[in-house]
């Protein structure tokens, strides 16, 4: 039984830096992609970037240039950094494991910029 857990969000104030982890439950993390999505209040979610099973790390647009996704393997653990953080980056933040087409979720860490 695959499971997965977000941890590390909280309230920071712009321009911090806050590091997000996904932590699986399971066998054979090393096997898995993980994705990372955030979702505003009222708007749909939304892609913020992913790292495949062989480390290669994805990001979109929208905040690319303030982030960085990495993996642990041996930790079963992948890692979304922010850094300079704005107010629009308030939203809960959730990340998926998937393989063989099959993604598990976790269900989110709240993240809130605020001053």
């Known amino acids: 039984q695959v499971q997965v857990a977000e941890s590390g969000g909280g309230m920071v104030q712009p321009g911090g830096s806050l590091r997000l982890s996904c932590e699986f439950s399971?066998?054979?993390?090393?096997?898995?992609?993980v994705g990372w999505y955030r979702q505003e209040p009222e708007k749909e979610r939304e892609v913020v970037g992913d790292?495949?099973?062989?480390?290669?790390?994805r990001y979109y647009d929208f905040m690319k240039g303030r982030i960085e996704i990495y993996r642990d393997n041996a930790k079963n653990t992948a890692y979304l950094q922010i850094k300079s953080l704005r107010f629009e980056d308030t939203a809960r933040y959730s990340c998926?494991?998937?393989?063989?087409?099959?993604?598990?979720w976790g269900l989110g860490t709240q993240v809130t910029v605020s001053s």
């Open positions: 998926n494991a998937c393989a063989r087409g099959d993604c598990t």
């Open positions: 790292i495949t099973a062989y480390g290669r790390a």
């Open positions: 399971g066998s054979n993390f090393h096997l898995y992609s």
